[in-house]
Every structure is written in structure tokens, then in C-alpha cells.
T-cell receptor
């Protein structure tokens, strides 16, 4: 069975600053993928970034990057130069062998102007 | 652009009613999913389907059933709605194969059962 844990229900960051959202996971799969999804208020869930577990290099997408620590089963998301539009619920997810995802409970990120 | 649409954004039903939530995707995706989203609980998988007429139970299938008669359409059915099924329901779709494929989500249906 897979589990995903996000230990920070809420986080806050000042505009233009950097914030890191934490995620730990547990899986028995040898080959898996990890994701961060963003859900803005009243808007659709969208993919932020994806990491293949077999890749050692951390994924990066513009201002978003991950710190993937496979041995520690840790997958944190770093948002640099935070913008007001980054305010959202962020969900960490781990991919299963059948294509389904296991999601964490989410972290609500607020961005202060 | 991938589009996943859901039949209603908001729905109010009475206890005991049969409720149909429909989801349509236009990307020829093999996989389709139904999730339930509740505050503090994140997203929980109800059912998923990896092909027409195929279905697999997720983590919380009790009280729900699904139907997939066409590749692009995946329906969630509440046979007899109860108040504890008041929630946000999200549909998603993806290509088949390893779990590395991105899931595309619909806008969600907020269901209230009174």
C-alpha cells in the first residue's frame, strides 16, 4: 500500500520570497513517479511538477523545483520568487502501478503582498 | 488543450435519490478516475477505469458505482444518496500505462445531499 503525508496543513509566504512545502511518501513499488498538483481557489487542479523515481536529478519547472531524497522517501516542493497567483492548495501524489495516484491531504499556501 | 468536463458544477439532491455525475474527456485517454475531495482528507479515489466497460475499486467505493460505456465518458452513480456523501467530486483522465502520465482534472461537482 502507498501512503503520502503532507505535514503542513497551511503555509504562508511573503511575495517574492521562497517557500518549501514538505511531503513524505511510502511505497512498495520499485518504479514510481511523484507529483505536485496545484488547486487554485474555485479552479481546476493542474500539474505543477513531476519526478521520476529512477532519476537522481531533481525536476525543475521555472520557479518550481523539487528536492527528491529517495532514501528518505521525501519529496519537497520549493517555490521561488513567490507570486500572488501561487496561492492555492498544493497536493503531493505518488503514482501506483495501475496508473492511479495516492494523494496527500494538501497544504494551503497563502501569499502575502 | 485537454478538456475534462463534468456535467454540473453544483448539485443539490435529497436523501435517497439516485444521483448521476458525468465526466467527459476529449483526449482519447484510456484511464478515467473519480475522486472525492473533503477538507483535511485530500483526494480519495472512489473508482477508476482503464478501458471501456472495465472498472476497479479505489479506496472508498462503498455507496458508489460507475459506468463506462464509451471511452470518453465515465459516470459516477450514487444509488441512494446519503448526507455523508455531501462532498466535492473530481473526475480525471490520463493515458494508460505506468503511473508517470499526468492526470487531467475536471472542474469538480460540489454535491450537497439534504
Amino acid at each position: 500500500a502507498q501512503t503520502v503525508t503532507q505535514s503542513q496543513p497551511e503555509m504562508s509566504v511573503q511575495e517574492a520570497e521562497t517557500v518549501t512545502l514538505s511531503c513524505t511518501y511510502d511505497t512498495s513499488e520499485s518504479d514510481y513517479y511523484l507529483f505536485w498538483y496545484k488547486q487554485p481557489p474555485s479552479r481546476q487542479m493542474i500539474l505543477v511538477i513531476r519526478q521520476e523515481a529512477y532519476k537522481q536529478q531533481n525536476a525543475t519547472e521555472n520557479r518550481f523545483s523539487v528536492n527528491f531524497q529517495k532514501a528518505a522517501k521525501s519529496f519537497s516542493l520549493k517555490i521561488s520568487d513567490s507570486q500572488l497567483g501561487d496561492a492555492a492548495m498544493y497536493f503531493c501524489a505518488c503514482g501506483g502501478s495501475q496508473g492511479n495516484l495516492i494523494f496527500g491531504k494538501g497544504t494551503k499556501l497563502s501569499v502575502k503582498p | 488543450d485537454v478538456k475534462v468536463t463534468q456535467s454540473s458544477r453544483y448539485l443539490v439532491k435529497r436523501t435517497g435519490e439516485k444521483v448521476f455525475l458525468e465526466c467527459v474527456q476529449d483526449m482519447d485517454h484510456e484511464n478515467m478516475f473519480w475522486y472525492r475531495q473533503d477538507p483535511g482528507l485530500g483526494l480519495r479515489l472512489i473508482y477508476f477505469s482503464y478501458d471501456v466497460k472495465m472498472k476497479e475499486k479505489g479506496d472508498i467505493p462503498e455507496g458508489y458505482s460507475v459506468s463506462r460505456e464509451k471511452k470518453e465518458r465515465f459516470s459516477l452513480i450514487l444509488e441512494s444518496a446519503s448526507t455523508n456523501q455531501t462532498s466535492m467530486y473530481l473526475c480525471a483522465s490520463s493515458f494508460a500505462g505506468p503511473s508517470g502520465y499526468e492526470q487531467y482534472f475536471g472542474p469538480g461537482t460540489r454535491l450537497t445531499v439534504t
